[in-house]
């Protein structure tokens, strides 16, 4: 079955870089779309980043510019490079895959913590 696992989380200054990797197991990464998703206690799940293809990509406006989600099909790892982090990005992030032949097949990783202080 597939798993994916995140890594890279922790605690940074305002202003700071962080780059979350998130590693497919089970399947190859090439046969899913897939996204970054963060969770604030009190909010709703927010779509951060998703990658169709290496040409095809897409963020959320409050983090467009700074963040650059792209994947490595030969380590079977999904990125999220996050730039200029402020306080307004702490949250849990979570990988997720969409199998591209089924759209009713969905998995998600346990999510890494991401807290940004000042």
């Known amino acids: 079955q597939v798993q994916l696992v995140e890594s890279g989380g922790g605690s940074v200054q305002a202003g700071g870089s962080l780059r979350l990797s998130c590693a497919v197991s089970g399947d190859t990464i090439s046969n899913y779309f897939m996204g970054w998703f963060r969770q604030t206690p009190g909010k709703e799940r927010e779509e951060v980043a998703s990658i169709l293809s290496d040409i095809t990509t897409t963020y959320a406006n409050s983090v467009k510019g700074r963040f650059t989600i792209s994947q490595d099909n030969s380590k079977n790892t999904l990125y999220l490079q996050m730039n200029s982090l402020k306080p307004e990005d702490t949250a849990m992030y979570y990988c997720?895959?969409?199998?591209?032949?089924?759209?009713?097949?969905?998995?998600w990783g346990q999510g890494t913590q991401v807290t940004v202080s000042s």
């Open positions: 997720a895959a969409r199998f591209r032949w089924n759209y009713g097949t969905n998995y």
